[in-house]
């Protein structure tokens, strides 16, 4: 008899990976980790799993942290220190704290290795889902759950599918027609296909549900067997293959209702630029706006976006743009361009194919193309960003397609 989901969601421990360096994200990264990376004007990276959690009733989570973990803990604890612990509620930043070993976390799965206490003493649980903090989608971990629950797997991993071309780029997991798990390839040159959908490959999509007590005996029995366990990749789900232990393939189900399922990973300065740009397009990937499952960030407590409009050329503009609370479009034109919250355009002012982040101000006359302002930036008047490459490159962070990249904070002069 299957489980009703409210019981399954009072036995599960969520541990959310969010230790991430991000390197290829530098300068986003220079003083916050990939997790904490503002996202879509209002919302972190971390948002969106932690949101996900929220819509599908997980209110037991681990934010497993490690590097530069100020601005993700300030976040945390503004924006979701909304869960109740007199009800077995609650979300704690775990930083490592060298409890064997006297490591660090070395890894995905040694981040948890190193806090099996926290699913095995006070708070007991019978499933661990193990989630990374560093993706853009919509998922109901619940209907994941309960599949493993039914199927009565050792593991559960949510796969989904992309085009067999395109599979090479990823890691792939090889299934049989019942989806056992029956391989694991780290960038295969020929990926194995789904048996009943020949033109895609599964891809590791990072999720994980492992039964509580089994997780601790895989730990216990390569420790005891001197096998490493840092990573679950490279280590772990090896291990529990050839241990010819039950693994269960999920096909991710996606609540974000468009006709592509829609999982990112923008590790990338050029790849982040994208999946922001496309936010502001007529039908974007990413659905924001089904209210049937909401993306949670912190709210300022700002008054609404405003355009101010002048005599002549001086007119506020902000169009097919994404303008958050608290910004002001004054005198300015703004185009394809998203603002975060507290943003200031100046009269004659030019944004354009831009990230403009939180309290940026931009100066008359400044003009911006193709760039992203990392939050608290003073654009001086008349300065120009992204016209002058070769310039810019003297000064900014430039990709090479050509995004120019200004960190937080960072004083420019004229």
């Known amino acids: 008899m299957a489980l009703p989901g409210s019981s399954i969601l009072r036995d599960t421990i969520t541990m959310l990976l969010a230790g991430g360096q991000g390197e290829r994200l530098f300068p986003l990264t220079k003083l916050r980790?990939?997790?904490?990376?503002?996202?879509?004007?209002?919302?972190?990276?971390?948002?969106?799993?932690?949101?996900?959690?929220?819509?599908?009733?997980?209110?037991?989570?681990?934010?497993l942290t490690q590097y530069k973990s100020d601005s993700l803990n300030q976040h945390l604890y503004e924006a979701w220190s909304i869960f109740n612990p007199e009800l077995g509620e609650f979300i704690y930043s775990v930083p490592p704290q060298r409890k064997i070993n006297n490591d660090w976390y070395l890894g995905t799965s040694n981040a948890i290795y190193q806090n099996l206490n926290l699913f095995s003493s006070d708070k007991k649980a019978k499933w661990v889902l193990v989630l990374s903090g560093d993706h853009i989608y919509k998922m109901d971990y619940l209907r994941m759950l309960q599949h493993h629950v039914d199927s009565k797997?050792?593991?559960?991993?949510?796969?989904?599918?992309?085009?067999?071309?395109?599979?090479?780029?990823?890691?792939?997991?090889?299934?049989?027609?019942?989806?056992?798990?029956?391989?694991?390839?780290?960038?295969?040159?020929?990926?194995?296909?789904?048996?009943?959908?020949?033109?895609?490959?599964?891809?590791?999509?990072?999720?994980?549900?492992?039964?509580?007590?089994?997780?601790?005996?895989?730990?216990?029995?390569m420790e005891s067997k001197k096998i490493k366990s840092h990573d679950f990749g490279q280590h772990v789900i090896p291990f529990i293959l050839n241990s010819g232990m039950s693994i269960k393939a999920y096909k991710f189900y996606d609540e974000n209702k468009k006709e592509r399922p829609y999982w990112k990973d923008i590790g990338t300065i050029d790849s982040y630029f994208e999946a922001s740009m496309n936010l502001i397009s007529v039908t974007p990937d990413f659905n924001f706006y089904d209210f049937d499952w909401p993306m949670r960030a912190y709210q300022h407590q700002f008054p609404p976006a405003k355009t101010v409009s002048h005599e002549g050329e001086r007119v506020g503009r902000s169009l097919n743009s994404l303008i958050c609370d608290g910004s002001i479009v004054s005198g300015g034109l703004v185009e394809r361009s998203l603002l975060g919250p507290g943003v200031r355009v100046n009269s004659f002012a030019y944004v354009t194919d831009s990230i403009i982040m939180d309290y940026c101000n931009i100066g008359r006359h400044a003009r911006v193309r193709r760039a992203i302002i990392d939050k608290g930036v003073n654009v001086p008047e008349g300065y120009e960003i992204g016209f002058d490459l070769e310039g810019d490159k003297k000064k900014f962070t430039v990709t090479e397609s050509g995004i120019v990249v200004i960190s937080k904070g960072q004083v420019l002069t004229a």
């Open 33 to 63: 980790s990939k997790p904490a990376v503002p996202f879509g004007g209002k919302y972190r990276i971390i948002d969106f799993a932690l949101s996900n959690c929220l819509n599908s009733g997980l209110r037991r989570i681990y934010v």
């Open 153 to 221: 797997s050792d593991l559960t991993l949510a796969c989904i599918d992309v085009p067999k071309e395109e599979a090479h780029r990823f890691g792939i997991v090889g299934i049989d027609n019942e989806y056992n798990v029956a391989s694991f390839l780290e960038k295969p040159s020929k990926p194995p296909v789904i048996p009943d959908d020949p033109e895609n490959s599964f891809v590791n999509m990072g999720i994980y549900v492992f039964n509580a007590e089994k997780l601790k005996d895989i730990f216990h029995e």
